[in-house]
């Protein structure tokens, strides 16, 4: 067992932890000690996962060497939180270790509940049950759609909030629906999206667009539908209804594929630890992102509490904001509650074609070009496909925030 101090540890080196250790190193003083605690040797550009499953991308590019992301200077602690013990400023580590900070950055993302679904844990990776949200599994997706023939059907299933990107289990919905067609086979198949939520998507402006697209595709778009249990041998999916009227009813579909993306929640040992909220997630300022109780820490990304899309493109804009706050706190300066709720899905309509979807707070659609953000447009596939995965590595997780901003006065929602 050994005990280390740094001025500041950051747990979990993924999208946020890189992002913020990078921008720290290059706007604090030289001399701040920083830790990242990470316990796996890769880091991956999870939103292209999407673009594996639908053929588009190899899953290998996504993929880089933990320890080639880290920045120079910033010691690497290759080991997993085990306790959060704020009260001591310290974190106690699987490997007994203790490190203690002055300032803690808690972003050790979300866990996937694969077992909260009967039956899924097994199904994974074979008889068409495939998903994109986990590495292992994000290829089968495509071998999965390539499978289809004349009178296949594929199911698309959606959990109730919060998960990882909102629009994912939709996007790879659409991807499959235009191979079909592009193939000649999407009217004799049947594409059907089941979703645990009450509408397509949270934001107003964007559902209206996506159900013109579901329409578009001929797709089923089930609402509080709640995939409960998957049975792989006989290739049946189980939804249990969370609408008022029909509340506990279920209903049992057949499937030659069935795309699942899983029931999503806090890590365990955030859960337990006194930094978590009712919910289970780091309990934060939606603005500063600073923790409610305990001034030295901080949270950002997917293990964060703020109300936003869980997003990459959230994490862009939340990390500039808490590097500014650490940076204020040590200087006694009151924090900037800059953050606004910014989120960022890229919705992949059809190869080739992708909605926008930028928003804030309340579901405000905010957008970054000066074009209307409801439509399907070749540029944002290329922002998708070249663009976006070329800021995450070369500026965002090297700290550099040469971000445009988005318009917080775009007045042309006509759901309002
Ligand atoms: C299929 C899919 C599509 C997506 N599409 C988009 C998109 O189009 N646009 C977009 O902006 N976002 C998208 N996202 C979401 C985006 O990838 C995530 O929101 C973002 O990566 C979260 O970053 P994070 O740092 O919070 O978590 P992660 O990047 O998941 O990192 C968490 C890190 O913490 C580490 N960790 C876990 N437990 C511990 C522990 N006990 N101790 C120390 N470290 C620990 C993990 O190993 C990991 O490295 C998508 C995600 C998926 C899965």
Redesign the pocket.
Same mark, same amino acid.
């Given at each position: 067992m050994a005990n280390t101090k740094h001025s500041v540890v950051i747990? /979990? /080196? &993924?999208?946020? &932890? +890189?992002?913020v250790a990078a921008s720290l190193r290059r706007r604090a003083p030289r001399n701040l000690d920083i830790a990242i605690? %990470?316990?796996?040797s890769s880091?991956?550009?999870? !939103?292209?996962?999407?673009l594996v499953?639908g053929g588009v991308y190899p899953l290998e590019k996504t993929r880089r060497a %933990?320890a080639s992301l880290v920045p120079s200077g910033v010691t690497l602690i290759v080991?997993? @939180?085990?306790e959060f013990r704020p009260d001591d400023n310290a974190v106690l580590? %699987?490997s007994g270790d203790v490190v203690t900070y002055d300032y803690l950055v808690a972003?050790? /993302?979300?866990?996937l509940d694969w077992d909260r679904i009967d039956g899924l844990p097994a199904a994974l990776g074979k008889n068409g049950v495939c =998903?994109?949200?986990?590495a292992d599994y994000?290829e089968y997706t495509w071998s999965c759609i390539q499978t289809l023939k004349s009178g296949s059907k594929a199911l698309f299933t959606q959990p109730l909030m919060p998960f990882?990107?909102p /629009?994912?289990p939709q $996007? +790879?919905a659409y991807l499959t629906a235009d191979y079909l067609r592009r193939k000649g086979l999407l009217k004799s198949c049947d594409v059907q999206f089941f979703t645990a939520t009450p509408g397509i998507f949270g934001v107003p402006y964007f559902a209206k667009a996506l159900t013109r697209v579901a329409k578009r595709y001929g797709m089923g778009v089930n609402v509080s539908h709640n995939l409960v249990a998957v049975d792989a041998g006989s290739r049946k999916a189980t939804f249990e209804i969370v609408s008022e009227e029909r509340k506990g009813e279920r209903v049992t579909q057949d499937f030659d594929m069935l795309h699942v993306?899983p029931p999503q929640s806090a !890590?365990d040992?955030?859960k337990s630890s006194p930094l978590a909220n009712e919910a289970g997630w780091i309990d934060v300022d939606q603005n500063t992102m600073r923790h409610t109780k305990y001034a030295n820490v901080f949270a950002? &990304?997917?293990?964060?509490s703020s109300p936003n =899309? $869980?997003?990459? @493109?959230? +994490?862009?804009k939340q990390a500039p904001v808490v590097v500014r706050n650490i940076l204020r706190s040590m200087d006694g300066q009151a924090l900037d509650p800059g953050y606004d709720g910014y989120? =960022?899905?890229?919705l992949t309509t059809a190869r080739g074609k992708v909605i926008m979807a930028e928003f804030v707070y309340g579901g405000k659609v905010t957008p970054t070009l000066p074009l209307n953000p409801g439509k399907e447009r070749w540029v944002n596939w290329w922002i $998708?496909v070249t663009g976006?995965p070329l800021m995450y590595w070369h500026y965002m997780l090297k700290g550099r925030e040469w971000f445009p901003g988005h318009n917080t006065k775009w007045s042309g929602d006509d759901t309002k």
């Amino acid at each position: 067992m050994a005990n280390t101090k740094h001025s500041v540890v950051i747990v /979990g /080196g &993924g999208t946020a &932890g +890189i992002t913020v250790a990078a921008s720290l190193r290059r706007r604090a003083p030289r001399n701040l000690d920083i830790a990242i605690v %990470e316990p796996a040797s890769s880091h991956y550009y999870q !939103p292209a996962w999407t673009l594996v499953g639908g053929g588009v991308y190899p899953l290998e590019k996504t993929r880089r060497a %933990e320890a080639s992301l880290v920045p120079s200077g910033v010691t690497l602690i290759v080991d997993a @939180a085990k306790e959060f013990r704020p009260d001591d400023n310290a974190v106690l580590l %699987e490997s007994g270790d203790v490190v203690t900070y002055d300032y803690l950055v808690a972003c050790p /993302g979300l866990i996937l509940d694969w077992d909260r679904i009967d039956g899924l844990p097994a199904a994974l990776g074979k008889n068409g049950v495939c =998903s994109n949200y986990s590495a292992d599994y994000a290829e089968y997706t495509w071998s999965c759609i390539q499978t289809l023939k004349s009178g296949s059907k594929a199911l698309f299933t959606q959990p109730l909030m919060p998960f990882k990107c909102p /629009g994912a289990p939709q $996007k +790879i919905a659409y991807l499959t629906a235009d191979y079909l067609r592009r193939k000649g086979l999407l009217k004799s198949c049947d594409v059907q999206f089941f979703t645990a939520t009450p509408g397509i998507f949270g934001v107003p402006y964007f559902a209206k667009a996506l159900t013109r697209v579901a329409k578009r595709y001929g797709m089923g778009v089930n609402v509080s539908h709640n995939l409960v249990a998957v049975d792989a041998g006989s290739r049946k999916a189980t939804f249990e209804i969370v609408s008022e009227e029909r509340k506990g009813e279920r209903v049992t579909q057949d499937f030659d594929m069935l795309h699942v993306t899983p029931p999503q929640s806090a !890590p365990d040992f955030v859960k337990s630890s006194p930094l978590a909220n009712e919910a289970g997630w780091i309990d934060v300022d939606q603005n500063t992102m600073r923790h409610t109780k305990y001034a030295n820490v901080f949270a950002l &990304g997917d293990a964060a509490s703020s109300p936003n =899309s $869980k997003t990459a @493109a959230a +994490i862009r804009k939340q990390a500039p904001v808490v590097v500014r706050n650490i940076l204020r706190s040590m200087d006694g300066q009151a924090l900037d509650p800059g953050y606004d709720g910014y989120a =960022s899905c890229p919705l992949t309509t059809a190869r080739g074609k992708v909605i926008m979807a930028e928003f804030v707070y309340g579901g405000k659609v905010t957008p970054t070009l000066p074009l209307n953000p409801g439509k399907e447009r070749w540029v944002n596939w290329w922002i $998708k496909v070249t663009g976006l995965p070329l800021m995450y590595w070369h500026y965002m997780l090297k700290g550099r925030e040469w971000f445009p901003g988005h318009n917080t006065k775009w007045s042309g929602d006509d759901t309002k």
